[in-house]
């Protein structure tokens, strides 16, 4: 997964946000049209275009069944049964394309989300620096220290729980982009903190799990490491044409997506 979010990073953020990151429009509009324009060249060329079209057909045969004999019991649940059956094979018919569209799609997203779903912490804000270790880890991971950047300032000490989870009230004391060092027995684990200035990818999560690839901001923490995860508050950017957060940008994306790939399926010659 470290490997993954790395790759994918560096390939989209020299792709996205080509005008800088407050111009979040033309992403959340280019993207989820080619995104839409993709699927449909994936549907077209890894999907039977001829039994699609067939299936359709049948279906729409037996919907005119039930309105022309919609007085004979029998012949109406017999025409249904058969649409249901044709609607099981047309189900069918689109599992492959959508198995093929499915990683691309989903890496386009985490990274349209990563760019311009949050925002960063304001100066003069505290928030609280979440470490959480595997209960499994060995005894040396109980050593744990923080490192505070120059900018920040720990505003508590730490509090650890009986569950293997540590916070640390840590203060943003001016803008910049700062690295946090958490060190655990012997091992230094990074976790970046934005504070004010421009808009642009903020870190929000450095995750052990396979979710870590929803969370491209940052590396994933390297499998078998005694640390589940490092996190910092997430603070969701407003945007005026979509909802905030990763909800609503996931959202607009798909949906955008889906309209462009049926407006333009005929342009295409794609049968769905």
Do not use: C
Not at 14 to 35: Q, S, T
């Amino acid at each position: 997964m470290q490997t993954y979010n790395n790759i994918a990073s560096a390939i989209f953020d020299f792709l996205l946000a080509p005008f800088g990151h407050e111009i979040a429009l033309f992403d959340l509009i280019v993207w989820p049209v080619l995104m839409g324009i993709g699927a449909l060249q994936v549907y077209k060329y890894t999907s039977n275009q001829g039994a699609i079209a067939r299936v359709k057909r049948q279906i729409s045969m037996h919907l005119l069944e039930i309105r022309l004999f919609r007085d004979d019991i029998a012949q109406v649940l017999v025409s249904t049964l058969k649409i249901i059956a044709k609607n099981v094979i047309y189900i069918a018919h689109n599992l492959t394309p959508m198995a093929v569209m499915l990683i691309p799609m989903v890496a386009l997203m985490v990274q349209l989300v990563a760019h311009y779903a949050y925002e960063s912490a304001q100066p003069g804000s505290v928030e609280l620096l979440h470490l959480k270790l595997d209960p499994n880890a060995a005894a040396s991971a109980l050593d744990v220290s923080l490192e505070v950047p120059d900018g920040t300032s720990l505003d508590a000490p730490a509090v650890r729980t009986a569950d293997g989870q540590v916070f640390w009230r840590v203060k943003a004391d001016r803008p910049g982009d700062y690295v946090f060092k958490v060190t655990v027995g012997d091992e230094v684990y990074e976790k970046g903190w934005a504070v004010g200035g421009a808009a642009r990818k903020i870190p929000v999560k450095r995750l052990r799990s396979w979710e870590a690839v929803l969370y491209p901001g940052e590396a994933a923490i390297p499998s078998g490491a005694p640390v589940v995860s490092l996190e910092l508050d997430m603070h969701t950017r407003p945007l005026d044409f979509v909802w905030d957060g990763e909800l609503g940008i996931l959202m607009w994306a798909m949906v955008l997506s889906l309209v462009a790939g049926v407006a333009l399926k005929d342009f295409f010659g794609v049968t769905l």
